[in-house]
């Protein structure tokens, strides 16, 4: 059951690209959270609003919808909530419908729906600038008498007529908790909701009568937007616009985060050499500076490159370049049969396999959900891109392809390189398996719009802390069992005797000897520990991929999230002395030689090898556990693991063997 409250809650509600996400940004600021839905959606945003009279409101943002008779899990989840009924989230006080003003004959039967649900409610028309500037004027006090219920211009954008919101939501300043609502509510957290009885047909001739009534356009305003939708969703100029944006974006990750990256490497350099100070030489020592700040140290200093991937995820949703994106995607999709509906889930899924997968839930086709599921982890999530910014940072920055800097075409490659992937095994599933028909779906293109920089910051600030938790919290603890594993046990006979003769060369004066000596014994205590000893039980299956042991270990414990293989390898070269103190790992591994030919280890070929893998393993146990409660069955989430390191480890050897046969390394 919902646990008691102590402040009103008002749930904001809205069809998909109206805005009410950025009008929630705009009302609670930097005081909001975002948790896992235990429900339907990917996320559930819930924040405070400060009114006023000084007094607080919580607010929730629902999931975006079309209408409240449920016909996918997303907007039963919106109704259950509005009526009280949903076990995690109690019944709101007061309802706000937000409405796209530019759209608003495709979104007044939502807001019909809401005022007539039972709850106070208050109509926002939101994005009014945006109307105003296409020639649609509104008649705002005729809309309210045709609706019953209290209606407000505003531009969340601008913060235009938020002000005026917040005081229609103060109780304190309207002296009671419903003021200007239309009175329905029954006030006991169960509205009954009167949906039953609006007959759709009967709804949409009451929306076409009011818009009649209360909508001016003046005739002209459409034309640029029509013009950019010819060029942007055009089947040749279309692709070709999409793959230049996507190849720019991505040169940009490697030339805007290199000096933050570089910044960030310095400064936990810093840190770890003021710790080796501080703290005498020893197992604890050792663990804080090798195990804890190795590990999640060289993780965040890929943060800006995440930041940078979010801020153009966030301006091209803004700017409602996204939607067409969708509809080119629309078509791809259709020849491998999966419905445009999947593109949303797919789309997510860049960031994290995880709410990919929980946002399939709004596809009502069995087989086409099971197919998405399957093809989500295909996606290159943000956990994957810490491994390829280091392999790329390490082999390939600093090289150009004509004009074009290599780092950016490769790490462009292997995004294409998972989709491509995605759809192949989408195209077999269809096919076989899991074959079907492929529904209608009609998708809405939104205007386009100037993006908001404060929506566009909360985005990049709200991902960022979520990796940011993530590194502070599986990294350190993987990083500091990975530092018991690499250390231990410390008595091996040859460790010891490198030991010991490193000390008889300090005493005898031989810095140098003794320094070699030292290094000897830390790559002998490695090779000897536990972790050494369970990679070099899997190098055999591992060395035709161009793979050595301590691959090996990174692999086996990205298993507990993919950007711990980063965190490990850090951890591995410190303990073993290979890596100098206050060298970063991008600049560690290419030094990196082969004892027995003095070769180095790692190369362009081996590097490109490693990518090709992570690009397609199933390696997030945390994806796989996902599955099997979204497909509440085994059968699918281990045929995908095991389908997908399959076709990582033949991908893998494929690519260097051929590499190998070609002379490339």
């Known amino acids: 059951m919902p646990s008691p409250r102590t402040r009103p ?7 998909p690209n109206s805005g009410k996400s950025s009008l929630f940004n705009r009302l609670t600021g930097l005081r909001q959270k975002v948790a896992n839905y235990p429900g339907v959606t990917v996320e559930k945003r819930s924040g405070e609003c400060m009114l006023p009279s000084g007094s607080r409101i919580d607010l929730l943002d629902l999931p975006g919808t079309y209408s409240l008779a449920p016909r996918s899990p997303d907007e039963r989840i919106v109704r259950e909530i509005l ?23 495709r979104q007044l039967y939502l807001a019909l729906q809401i005022v007539r649900a039972g709850r106070p409610a208050i109509v926002v028309l939101n994005l009014m600038d945006e109307a105003e500037a296409r020639g649609i004027e509104i008649d705002v006090s005729a809309l309210e008498r045709e609706l019953g219920a209290p209606v407000l211009a505003v531009s969340a954008k601008t913060g235009r007529g938020v002000d005026r919101l917040r005081a229609a939501l103060d109780p ?10 239309n009175g329905h509510g029954n006030g006991n957290g169960h509205a009954a909701l009167a949906l039953d009885t609006l007959d759709p047909a009967r709804g949409y001739g009451t929306v076409e009568e009011i818009v ?15 013009g950019l939708d010819r060029i942007l969703t055009h089947r040749i100029l279309g692709p070709a616009i ?3 944006l996507m190849a720019t974006i991505f040169q940009s990750i490697y030339v805007w985060a290199q000096p933050s990256m570089e910044l960030i490497e310095k400064g936990f350099s810093i840190v770890s050499a003021g710790t080796r100070a501080w703290i005498p030489a020893g197992p604890l020592r050792s663990l804080i500076a090798d195990g804890v700040i190795a590990g999640a140290g060289t993780v965040a200093s890929f943060l800006p490159q995440l930041a940078i991937l979010f801020f153009f995820i966030a301006l091209l949703e803004d700017t409602g370049y ?24 797919l789309l997510s899924s860049f960031a994290c396999a995880i709410p990919g997968i929980m946002a399939t839930r709004t596809i009502e086709n069995r087989n086409d959900r099971l197919t998405t599921i399957f093809i989500a982890p295909f996606m290159s999530c943000s956990a994957r891109l810490p491994v390829y910014a280091l392999l790329i940072g390490a082999f390939f920055s600093g090289k150009h392809l004509g004009p074009l800097n290599l780092a950016g075409l490769v790490l462009l490659a292997l995004y294409a390189f998972g989709i491509l992937a995605a759809l192949a095994v989408a195209w077999t599933l269809k096919r076989t398996v899991l074959r079907g028909g492929r529904p209608l779906y009609v998708m809405e293109l939104p205007p386009y719009r100037i993006p908001s920089w404060r929506s566009v910051f909360l985005t990049i600030r709200s991902r960022c802390l979520i990796f940011v938790q993530r590194a502070g919290t599986v990294i350190v603890a993987v990083s500091i069992v990975l530092w018991f594993l690499a250390t231990y046990p410390v008595d091996h006979p040859e460790t010891v005797s490198f030991q010991t003769r490193a000390a008889a060369a300090d005493a005898s004066g031989s810095r140098a000897e003794a320094s070699r000596l030292r290094n000897e014994a830390a790559g002998s205590a490695l090779r000897h520990s536990f972790a050494g ?24 414990s990205s298993i507990a999230a993919r950007e711990v293989m980063v ?4 951890t591995v070269y410190n303990l073993d002395g290979t890596a100098d103190p206050g060298t970063s790992l991008r600049e560690t591994l290419p030094r990196v030689t082969n004892p027995s030919t003095g070769r180095p280890l790692y190369t362009p070929l081996v590097a490109a090898s490693l990518m090709v893998f992570f690009a397609l393993a199933c390696q997030c146990m945390s994806t796989v556990a996902v599955a099997r409660r979204e497909t509440n069955s085994w059968r699918w989430p281990l045929l995908m693991l095991f389908s997908m390191n399959a076709m990582a480890w033949i991908a893998s050897f494929a690519f260097f063997q051929a590499g190998r046969a070609l002379g490339w390394g």
């Open 9 to 15: 809650l008002v749930a904001i509600v809205g069809s």
């Open 83 to 105: 009526e009280g009924r949903h076990a995690d989230t109690p019944g709101p006080d007061r309802v706000v419908a937000v409405l796209d003003a530019t759209n608003l004959d």
């Open 172 to 181: 304190g300043a309207n002296g009671n908790g419903h003021a200007n609502g």
């Open 212 to 226: 009649r009534k209360v909508v001016r356009r003046r005739p002209g305003h459409d034309r640029h937007r029509a």
């Open 242 to 244: 999409f793959v230049l």
């Open 322 to 345: 996204m939607a067409r994106a969708a509809f080119l995607m629309d078509r791809i999709m259709g020849t491998v049969g999966l419905p445009g509906r999947a593109f949303l889930p």
């Open 533 to 556: 000893q369970i990679g070099h039980a899997i190098e055999p299956a591992l060395t035709p991929l161009g793979f050595d042991w301590r691959i090996g270990i990174g692999l086996l």
């Open 567 to 570: 965190s490990t390898m850090a």
